[in-house]
């Protein structure tokens, strides 16, 4: 299972953008996400949607993000608006999902930098 993710940048602080992350050979997902980090913190959850629909976001970012998700092209969105400085963060794409018939494990993609500044 290979993940690649896309959409980072730089924007001001009020500005949007969005990730998106595309997951290939993968049999079937159980679900599809978005996780964050910055230098000297642990890696924090910012987005997930199950295969039946189920999200859950981080508190800092309700309101603001919206995760989705193509089932077809097996991607997965997170729109982000109303950005602030604070969500500044290299964004990792997070899926659950198999390669086969075999057991679900959990998959990271590369990491694509966001940077809110002015």
């Known amino acids: 299972v290979q993940l690649q993710a896309c959409g980072g940048g730089l924007v001001q602080p009020g500005g949007s953008l969005r990730l998106s992350c595309a997951a290939s050979g993968v049999f079937s997902i159980n679900a599809m996400g978005w996780y964050r980090q910055v230098p000297g913190k642990q890696r924090e959850l910012v987005a997930v949607?199950?295969?039946?629909?189920?999200?859950d976001y981080a508190n800092s970012v309700k309101g603001r993000f919206t995760i989705s998700r193509d089932n077809a092209k097996n991607t997965v969105y997170l729109q982000m608006n109303s950005l602030k400085p604070e969500d500044t963060a290299v964004y990792y794409c997070?899926?659950?999902?198999?390669?086969?018939?075999?057991?679900?494990?959990?998959?990271w993609g590369q990491g694509t930098l966001v940077t809110v500044s002015s």
């Open positions: 997070y899926v659950r999902g198999r390669p086969n018939l075999g057991e679900f494990d959990d998959y």
């Open positions: 949607l199950t295969s039946v629909g189920l999200t």
